[in-house]
C-alpha cells in the first residue's frame, strides 16, 4: 500500500441549537410566564496527534466530518444539550491547513490536541428576555452557524536520520540493510515513489526517495518529498562510487537543497560513499579523500549492503553519532 502523506478534508463544527418560545403551564394561567430555554453550544473540532505515521490511510474514503451541533432549548428555561466535541487524529509530524483563512496547525509531539474549529453558540430563548415591561416575550434568537473549512493535512515527517541522494544511489538498500524496513529495491530510478522509515536502536532512519537535477523547481517528485527532509536532524547523502562523478552527485544534491530550503544546508551531514565493492581500494580512498577536503569535516564512510562486517562498522559508528548528538 503507498504511503499516504496528504489529504484535503472537509471539516464543519457543531451549529448552535436555537432558543425557543415556550410558556410556563400553571392551572387557570395557560402563559404564567416566558419559559423557553436557550440552546446548546456546538462541538468543537479538535485535531491530536498520533504515532502511527500511516493513520492518514484513515482519510482515504472519507473527506466529511462534523461535530455534533447544539440542541433547541427546552421547556422550562431548560437549556439544549451541547453538542459533542470531536476529535480527528493524525500522524506526529501534520500540519493542517485552513484553506479559508490559510492558518496552519502543526502537531509536534504524540497527544499534542488543537482546537481547529469553534462550534456555534446556543441560541436564547425567550425567558432570556422576560423583563418588568416585557411579561410575555416572543423573542428568541437561532444558534449561531459553526466554523467550517476545507483543509489540506500535510505530513511532514519527524526523523533522525535521512537518506538523501539521487536516484539509485544505494539509499533504499542502505535502510535495509541497518533496520528491517524491507524497502523494496531495484537498479532503476525512482524504485521508492514515497518514504520509508526503520528503526535502528530507537532512532527512526527515513529513505527519502531519490532527488534529481530540478526538484526543488517541482521536477520529477519534487516538493512531494523535499518536505520530509525538513525536519530530519541528520542528513546522510549517499552517494554510489559506481557513478562517474560522485563529486557532482553530491553537488546537485547541495543545489537541490538550497535552492529548496538553505536552512537544511546547517543541518548536520554525514557522506556515506555505498558500493565500495564496485571500485578498487586505491579508488575508494581517492574519493573519501576527496570529500574530506570538499565538506571541511571527517564523517566521510564508504560500505557496501553486501557485507556484513562493512554493515556493523557503519552502524556502530552512526549509533555512536547520534548518542552524542542527544
Not at 491547513?97 to 456555534?120: M, P, W
Request: hydrophobic letters at 35%; glycine letters at 12%; aromatic letters at 8%.
Amino acid at each position: 500500500m503507498a504511503f499516504i502523506d496528504e489529504v484535503q478534508l472537509h471539516i464543519k463544527a457543531g451549529n448552535g441549537g436555537d432558543g425557543v418560545v415556550r410558556w410556563r403551564h400553571e392551572k387557570f394561567k395557560p402563559k404564567a410566564g416566558p419559559g423557553g430555554g436557550n440552546g446548546g453550544d456546538g462541538g468543537d473540532v479538535y485535531a491530536e496527534s498520533v504515532s502511527d505515521l500511516a493513520y492518514l490511510d484513515y482519510y482515504l474514503h472519507k473527506k466529511n466530518f462534523a461535530a455534533e451541533a447544539g440542541d433547541p432549548g427546552g421547556n422550562l428555561g431548560k437549556e439544549g444539550k451541547n453538542g459533542q466535541d470531536l476529535t480527528l487524529k493524525f500522524p506526529r509530524g501534520t500540519v493542517l491547513k485552513n484553506l479559508e483563512t490559510d492558518q496552519e496547525f502543526e502537531l509536534g509531539d504524540v497527544g499534542d490536541r488543537i482546537c481547529i474549529l469553534k462550534g456555534g453558540r446556543g441560541g436564547l430563548g425567550n425567558e432570556h428576555f422576560k423583563s418588568s415591561t416585557n411579561t410575555t416575550p416572543m423573542e428568541w434568537t437561532p444558534g449561531t452557524p459553526a466554523e467550517e473549512a476545507d483543509f489540506f493535512v500535510e505530513l511532514r515527517l519527524f526523523a533522525d536520520v535521512g537518506f538523501v541522494g539521487l536516484p539509485s544511489a544505494g539509499k533504499s538498500t542502505l535502510l535495509n540493510a541497518l533496520t528491517n524496513a524491507k524497502s523494496k529495491v531495484a537498479a532503476y530510478h525512482f524504485t521508492t515513489l514515497d518514504p520509508h522509515l526503520g528503526a535502528m536502536h530507537g532512532y527512526i532512519l527515513a529513505d527519502i526517495p531519490g532527488i534529481i537535477e530540478g526538484a526543488s523547481d517541482g521536477k520529477g517528485l519534487g516538493h512531494k518529498f523535499l518536505r520530509h527532509i525538513k525536519r530530519t536532524k541528520t542528513l546522510i547523502h549517499v552517494v554510489g562510487l559506481d557513478s562517474e562523478n560522485p563529486e557532482q552527485d553530491y553537488d546537485v544534491i547541495v543545489g537541490e537543497l538550497s535552492d529548496y530550503d538553505r536552512s537544511l544546508l546547517e543541518k548536520d551531514e554525514i557522506i556515506l560513499l555505498t558500493k565500495n565493492d564496485l571500485v578498487d581500494t586505491d579508488q575508494a580512498e581517492k574519493t573519501i579523500d576527496l570529500f574530506k577536503d570538499k565538506v571541511g569535516h571527517d564523517r566521510v564512510y564508504t560500505m557496501t549492503a553486501y557485507d556484513e562486517d562493512s554493515i556493523k562498522e557503519f552502524k556502530s559508528i552512526l549509533t555512536q553519532y547520534l548518542d552524542a548528538q542527544k
